[in-house]
């Protein structure tokens, strides 16, 4: 499945997953809970400005405690759990596409005077879901627990049928929450790490992006007095080309970039060496 069954669970990701459990029941069990820690217009009107970090810790319950809420608590508790302990800056990506879809939420709430109330989990798990996907390209997960399946195939099919039926259903509200959180999650793993998507059609713009990324990132602060050019600190300057060997390989680099590599090398040695 492309992760260690028997690797540990972060704590920070089981507090996440405790935390979620728990305010779910006492929001199903006091229904104006649900109005607090939702997002709603209505909710931000009112202050309650915490709306669009809360409300992706609750799972809805309209009719309190039923089996279908039951069902969809653990399914997107357990989900979080499979695809989110195996993924980086998992936290940034959990609140980030939260926060995210909740801006694309509310603005549609707030131009077409929307009165809907928003919850549930399903909102960042599509961040998360998109960026496993694009870390693990060749997983397979088992259908049904038994038929072996292309793991980005079953994701990108689950995404699409949830995104067709909020089509049709036009509840535009879930649909640009939905999709602004993909969107999210697929930014995030190109940008985080580097992966790329499988459309060959987007290949141009992600490595576009990834250029742009790293010529930012690369930007000095020192500059030659006598040159006005720019140069890398020594530390900076080889952090930068140990990262061009790893994705370009050692031809990469230029006759100029491996005498410094060279030079910065035995400063380090004399000055470890004793005197």
Do not use: C
């Not at 996440?16 to 809970?33: D, T």
């Not at 990834?210 to 006598?226: C, G, H, M, T």
């Amino acid at each position: 499945m492309g992760y260690n069954p028997t690797s540990q669970t972060p704590k920070g990701l089981k507090l996440l997953l405790l935390s979620m459990g728990a305010l779910s029941l006492l929001s199903a069990l006091h229904y104006p809970l649900q109005g607090i820690l939702g997002l709603s217009w209505a909710g931000i009107k009112s202050f309650y400005l915490f709306q669009p970090l809360t409300y992706s810790l609750i799972e809805p319950a309209p009719f309190g405690i039923t089996f279908f809420f039951f069902f969809n608590l653990l399914i997107n508790l357990y989900l979080i759990w499979v695809f989110g302990r195996s993924l980086p800056s998992f936290f940034t990506l959990y609140f980030g596409s939260s926060v995210i879809a909740a801006l694309f939420a509310l603005g549609l709430m707030a131009l077409f005077n929307i009165p809907l109330f928003l919850a549930g989990s399903s909102t960042p798990l599509y961040a998360i879901l998109i960026a496993w996907m694009m870390k693990n390209p060749d997983a397979e997960l088992l259908f049904f627990f038994s038929v072996p399946f292309r793991a980005k195939w079953l994701i990108l099919a689950f995404l699409g049928l949830n995104l067709f039926f909020s089509l049709i259903a036009q509840d535009w509200i879930h649909f640009a929450a939905y999709s602004s959180s993909a969107l999210f999650g697929y930014l995030f793993a190109l940008l985080s790490f580097g992966s790329f998507s499988s459309l060959s059609l987007m290949r141009p713009f992600e490595r576009a992006l990834l250029r742009l990324k790293k010529k930012r990132s690369n930007q000095p602060k020192v500059y030659d007095i006598r040159t006005k050019e720019p140069v890398l600190e020594d530390e900076r300057f080889m952090d930068a080309m140990l990262s061009k060997i790893s994705s370009q390989g050692e031809q990469s680099l230029t006759p100029e970039e491996k005498k410094r590599m060279q030079a910065i090398s035995n400063r380090k040695v004399e000055k470890k060496s004793p005197r």
